[in-house]
């Protein structure tokens, strides 16, 4: 599982939405994405932890788990667009470390992160089962991974209501926030068509991590984890 061939075509999609991409998010969630940022991390980072965001974009996850422990933490921002992770003047006085490149290769160093966070971009790896071999291995023993992300309920009824929202509903949302860059947010229609079930993710982390913690909202569209090692 994960985009494979698509990857690509949303890597191109993804950089020329930089300048509406935070504008749009916030609406077509509903105005619930830094809630739910809030809501994953809170309580499970601490003063002194060393934090990989990974899939950063420009950073909202960093910024939240700084916020929560009034910048006690050591960050590194890593990303697939170097634009992206260029463009942090607007949330950080200090720009974080940052590093370029993919979930499915990453140069970190095994067990060299307490922590790490993906923000609404883990359903953008190219290999899904990949990022999460990799995301465990620079863990260190007793770390938590918080993802942030659609959910794909498993309930074929609400499923229905989630995609048709997706395909239909998001992109008028999106040109009201956006404008014509906006309507490119329909490609995020195809990132869930491949995302699994929220059950069968829960089920791949559990191949990999100790426990899963699990927590839904918008009847499942909308999911917070953490996977602890």
């Given amino acids: 599982m994960g985009l494979g061939s698509y990857?690509?075509?949303?890597?191109?999609?993804?950089?020329e939405i930089i300048p509406v991409y935070d504008k749009v998010n916030s609406y077509i969630s509903l105005g619930k994405d830094s809630e739910h940022r809030n809501r994953a991390i809170s309580g499970r980072i601490k003063d002194g932890d060393v934090i990989l965001d990974a899939g950063s974009g420009f950073g909202n996850m960093s910024k939240t788990a700084l916020d929560i422990t009034n910048g006690k933490v050591k960050i590194v921002m890593y990303d697939p667009l170097l634009p992206m992770i260029k463009n942090t003047d607007r949330l950080f006085k200090k720009k974080p470390e940052a590093a370029c490149g993919v979930f499915e290769h990453t140069p970190f160093r095994n067990e060299q992160f307490d922590a790490v966070?993906?923000?609404?971009?883990?359903?953008?790896?190219?290999?899904?089962?990949?990022?999460i071999s990799e995301i465990h291995r620079v863990l260190k023993n007793d770390g938590k991974w918080i993802i942030v992300d659609l959910g794909k309920p498993d309930k074929a009824i609400v499923r229905?209501?989630?995609s048709f929202y997706l395909r239909l509903i998001l992109p008028v949302v999106a040109y009201m926030a956006g404008g014509k860059l906006g309507l490119k947010f329909a490609t995020l229609y195809g990132t869930y068509k491949?995302?699994?079930?929220?059950?069968k993710l829960e089920s791949m982390l559990l191949e990999k991590f100790t426990k899963?913690?699990?927590?839904?909202?918008?009847?499942?569209?909308?999911?917070?984890?953490a996977a602890h090692k």
């Fill in 7 to 15: 990857w690509g075509e949303v890597l191109d999609v993804l950089q």
């Fill in 117 to 131: 966070l993906s923000g609404y971009s883990l359903r953008d790896a190219i290999s899904l089962k990949t990022a």
């Fill in 160 to 162: 229905f209501g989630v």
């Fill in 194 to 199: 491949l995302w699994p079930q929220n059950k």
């Fill in 212 to 225: 899963v913690e699990f927590e839904k909202d918008m009847m499942g569209g909308a999911i917070m984890i």
